[in-house]
Nanobody, 127 residues
Framework: QLQLVESGGGLVQPGGSLRLSCAAAGFTLDNYAIGWFRQAPGKEREGVSCISSSGGRTNSADSVKGRFTISRDNAKNTVYLQMNGLKPEDTAVYYC????????????????????WGRGTQVTVSS
């Protein structure tokens, strides 16, 4: 079965760190741009960060710039999201998704352009 599997979520105090992982099952990630997205309760999904298939291009939402870093290890078939300086407003379910192009991930309509979408991992930032 072809799918993306997120892991690494949990409960963390404000100012803490987590590293999320996005692993592919049944296919290799190195042909795909990968994006991280999140959805908080009562809010719409929003883009967090994208990385190109080679890892040479990345982008991030203004709300996470300087705090979150996206990276990938194609040898391990995994993409990561290192989250530092977490804030309560970062609380959400985090999803990863695969795209045929970095431009699809980072463009205005990523939710219409993904090829694979994971089931998500919960991140809760609370004292």
């Amino acid at each position: 079965q072809l799918q993306l599997v997120e892991s690494g979520g949990g409960l963390v105090q404000p100012g803490g760190s987590l590293r999320l992982s996005c692993a592919a099952a049944g296919f290799t990630l190195d042909n795909y741009a990968i994006g991280w997205f999140r959805q908080a309760p009562g809010k719409e999904r929003e883009g967090v960060s994208c990385i190109s298939s080679s890892g040479g291009r990345t982008n991030s939402a203004d709300s996470v710039k300087g705090r979150f870093t996206i990276s990938r290890d194609n040898a391990k078939n995994t993409v990561y999201l290192q989250m530092n300086g977490l804030k309560p407003e970062d609380t959400a379910v985090y999803y990863c998704a695969a795209f045929a192009s970095f431009l699809y991930c980072s463009g205005s309509s990523p939710f219409d352009r993904y090829i694979y979408w994971g089931r998500g991992t919960q991140v809760t930032v609370s004292s």
